[in-house]
């Protein structure tokens, strides 16, 4: 009789019964990759100064409705530029549009822009990728504020008011 049995690595079962928490050890690396190698940027180190600029924030939104402004704007992706009108300002007035894009600051968009006469103006911009951008429109002296969210490319265009 020969009773001699193959040794235990050669047989299947023990190889199937290890490869369930070795698959887990393997997702768990992985995960703890993911989560060290982005940062988070919508984490805030200073909470108390951001919500003091919160309420500077809703003072400037209270000053754009005392002066009535409203904004509107276009994006032209064939000619990458945004045209915009706004009104309430009397004659050339010094403006920041600044494009935020909802989760990665580094896409984020500022321009300076001058309205002529009438209130309009124009800005080039690379092509906007696909996103709920947040639009913010201020004056140089930052006293007031117009803002509004805007889904490219659903909306062609965006319409500006002051909240009240």
């Known amino acids: 009789m020969n009773t001699s049995q193959a ?3 050669r047989h299947r079962w023990p190889w199937l019964l290890m490869a369930g928490p070795a698959s887990v050890l393997v997702a768990g690396a992985l995960t703890i990759w993911i989560s060290f190698s982005g940062a988070d ?16 924030d809703l003072r400037r939104d209270d000053a754009a409705a005392r002066l009535g402004l409203t904004a509107s704007l276009r994006y032209d992706a064939v000619a990458d530029s945004i045209a915009g009108q706004l009104n309430g300002v009397k004659g050339a007035a010094p403006l920041v549009v600044r494009l935020v894009h909802p989760t990665v600051p580094a896409k984020d968009v500022k321009r300076a822009v001058i309205t002529d006469g009438e209130g309009k103006f124009a800005l080039s ?9 947040v639009v913010q429109l201020e004056d140089e002296g930052r006293e007031w504020r117009l803002h509004g969210s805007w889904r490219w490319p659903e ?10």
């Open 7 to 9: 040794p235990w690595y």
């Open 125 to 133: 911009l690379p092509l906007l990728e696909r996103a709920n951008w």
């Open 155 to 164: 909306q062609k265009q965006i319409d500006i008011r002051p909240i009240e």
């Open 41 to 56: 940027a919508l984490v805030v180190d200073d909470y108390y100064k951001q919500g003091k600029a919160i309420n500077q």
